[in-house]
């Protein structure tokens, strides 16, 4: 049982910083491809970035030259390091991971989901 957990959000002011940060804990399992999604209220959720086992970065356009995601597969943990943050930034963040358990029979990954956090971003 793979669990994620987040932690860093907060309120900003337009032009601040925040790092987010996403560790996943359990026993015996793999992860591939981790990530994040955000969803502001009346939007839809959307995948902002996600970032391969090797370190492969990719980044929706609207978050390009100002948030970079990483990671560290020692701590299991994927980071969200946010700059330059706008009001349109304002969202509920979820990380993801994408996992294998231990028992795995096939390379069916199952995605994980951390429990949400807040960031607000004052004009």
């Known amino acids: 049982q793979v669990q994620l957990v987040e932690s860093g959000g907060g309120l900003v002011t337009t032009g601040e910083s925040l790092r987010l940060s996403c560790a996943a804990s359990g026993s015996g399992f793999s992860i591939g491809d981790m990530g994040w999604f955000r969803q502001a209220p009346g939007n839809q959720r959307e995948s902002i970035a996600s970032i391969t086992h090797g370190g492969s970065a990719s980044y929706v356009d609207s978050v390009k030259g100002r948030f970079t995601i990483s990671r560290d597969n020692a701590k299991n943990t994927v980071y969200l390091q946010m700059t330059s943050l706008r009001p349109e930034d304002t969202a509920v963040y979820y990380c993801?991971?994408?996992?294998?358990?231990?028992?795995?029979?096939?390379?069916?990954?199952?995605?994980?989901w951390g429990q949400g956090t807040l960031v607000t971003v004052s004009s």
């Open positions: 993801y991971a994408d996992t294998l358990p231990p028992d795995a029979t096939s390379w069916e990954f199952l995605r994980v």
